[in-house]
């Protein structure tokens, strides 16, 4: 009984280990720690804003590649036809 106990905490010991130190660990820490916090208000109105900013910052970049992808576009339907171009000068 005595070296099944110390078995299983052995085995224990590192798959905590490895547990807390993932990043679930991590955000349960940080969840626990926020939740010690007394003003809460304040702290959602801060990750609101973060969040908001984030938001804008997203929007923008996904207006940016809506642009480069309408711009690639028109340059690949626009490409004149490979018989279009004028012969080249024979080269001796």
Do not use: C, H, W
Not at 42 to 62: F, K, P, Q, S
């Amino acid at each position: 009984m005595f070296l099944q106990l110390i078995f299983i905490l052995v085995l224990l010991i590192p798959i905590l280990s490895i547990v807390l130190d993932s990043q679930v660990g991590r955000a349960l820490a940080n969840r626990l720690d926020k939740r010690g916090l007394g003003d809460t208000d304040d702290l959602m109105t801060e990750r609101m804003a973060y969040l908001e900013g984030e938001v804008e910052r997203l929007t923008e970049e996904v207006g940016r590649l809506s642009d480069e992808s309408d711009f690639l576009q028109k340059l690949l339907t626009e490409r004149p036809a490979p018989d279009a171009l004028p012969p080249g000068e024979p080269t001796e």
